[in-house]
């Protein structure tokens, strides 16, 4: 059985045409399918608007749905991955459109190879479209693009791929959950800077933990998805704040690849060896090109504060994260 998780945040505008092409999917002939929406902690009556539109498309499959008080994505998705019944799951965003054959193309690829936990697609823009000169360098940060120069394990370039689209295995997925999954972009402390790095990247974590069970993240670029991403966020403006949640993101992904390479079980003021590592990044960008070197002095400045700011924080996050690759590991 598959899972189509769809969350959504006040998304009354755009969900209809999602909701659409889920109606269109080509169900592969030896499995079923369910539809499990989530309410997001909207304001709008987002359950109705969602149950009118599927009956009025004739209600191609089952449809569950559910409300998610507690704001975020994390949550959202954690609500949805525990009530879905399939063996896979699916992340739908409010603003992707899937294409025909999505379902058959990534149940046959994971059909054939069991140890593959994860799997991305490929998310493209309408045709209409007009794009800034900007969009293309951070295109993968708007799920958009290729994920991987070649199908399979996006090793050794990516360690990750990204939410919109990605297929689960429920059976990954649950192994982590027992062994503790930390739900570090779920983390929620007094520290504004803590509270900072919750913008994003739970799908990055969402990949490394179902690789510490044993299992590996792939890339299939003939699966695609039209991303609908509104107009208004092809800013100046919206660049920026991408920019710095992908600088608190990047902080903490590099946070599980640290933990990846440890032999040990406990450390100690780890984050003033992240703070020399910054710097020694620093030395090392002035090789580059200005564009690049102005781009990562950006985002090491942004670690660099984080870091300074959270202290300890950032150490009990690091033993978390290692408590649990060693629960899996056992």
Request: aromatic share 14%; hydrophobic share 40%.
């Amino acid at each position: 059985m598959i899972s189509l998780i769809l969350c959504s945040h006040n998304g009354n505008d755009r969900i209809l045409s999602t909701l659409l092409s889920l109606s269109k999917l080509i169900i592969p002939s030896d499995t079923i399918v369910e539809l499990v929406f989530v309410d997001s902690n909207s304001t709008q009556n987002m359950v109705d608007k969602v149950l009118s539109v599927w009956e009025e498309l004739s209600n191609p499959f089952p449809l569950i749905t559910f409300k998610e008080v507690k704001a975020g994505k994390v949550a959202a998705l954690r609500q949805g991955f525990e009530q879905a019944s399939g063996d896979y799951f699916i992340v739908v965003d409010d603003d992707n459109e899937l294409q025909k054959d999505y379902l058959d193309v990534g149940y046959r690829y994971l059909q054939k190879y069991s140890k593959v936990g994860v799997m991305g697609g490929q998310g493209v823009l309408p045709s209409e479209y007009e794009l800034p000169d900007w969009f293309e360098s951070y295109s993968y940060h708007f799920a958009c693009g290729p994920q991987n120069i070649h199908d399979g394990d996006v090793r050794p370039r990516r360690n990750v791929v990204y939410g919109a689209g990605m297929w689960v295995r429920k059976e990954a997925y649950m192994l982590a959950i027992k062994h503790g999954l930390p739900f570090i972009f779920d983390f929620h402390a007094t520290n504004q800077s803590v509270k900072a790095l919750n913008n994003g990247g739970e799908d990055g974590e969402l990949c490394w933990a179902i690789r510490f069970q044993g299992y590996e993240v792939h890339y299939l670029s003939s699966l695609i998805f039209t991303h609908r991403i509104a107009r208004s966020k092809f800013t100046d403006s919206y660049l920026k704040m991408i920019q710095e949640r992908t600088n608190h993101s990047t902080l903490l992904g590099s946070l599980y690849y640290r933990v990846s390479l440890m032999k040990t079980n406990k450390v100690n003021h780890f984050w003033i060896k992240e703070l020399i590592f910054i710097i020694i990044l620093y030395f090392k960008n002035f090789r580059f090109e200005k564009a690049y070197f102005t781009k990562e002095l950006l985002r090491n400045l942004s670690n660099f504060y984080l870091l300074i700011n959270m202290r300890s924080k950032y150490d009990e996050l690091v033993n978390k994260v290692l408590s649990f690759k060693l629960k899996s590991m056992q």
